[in-house]
């Protein structure tokens, strides 16, 4: 049974899926999506920290569509022009969220991040 606030995550062949916050945003969820693809055995504190990184991200974007709605600058205490409070926590939790995530993927070999990159042994593209 799942609540107003999760949505169902649609998984091939498992009658147990898991539930993904209504809240997140798209960007949420494609990151959410990617990590799980990267890590399909993905279990415990790193699926709490996954959670908690795609929740900041949602929440960023958030603030994002506030700011945007009042602009990057409001009026201050005294009438002068200061930047909208909502700029540095949008900041900070981009930081933090790219922080866990950084931590969560994969750690790749020299020769898997040439491949990756395009490169052959000798560092000449090879496409």
Known sequence: MTSDLYVPLAVPDDDAA????????????????????ERPAIAGADLSSLHQACTMIATADRYDRTIRADGSTVF?????????????EVRQLRTAAASILDRLSPV?????RRQQAGLNRTGRATR
């Open 18 to 37: 898991p539930a993904l916050p209504r809240h997140w945003s798209a960007e949420a969820k494609r990151v959410h999506a990617r990590i799980l693809a």
């Open 108 to 112: 790749l070999s020299r020769a898997e």
């Open 76 to 88: 201050g205490s005294t009438g002068q022009l200061v930047a909208h409070p909502l700029v540095s």
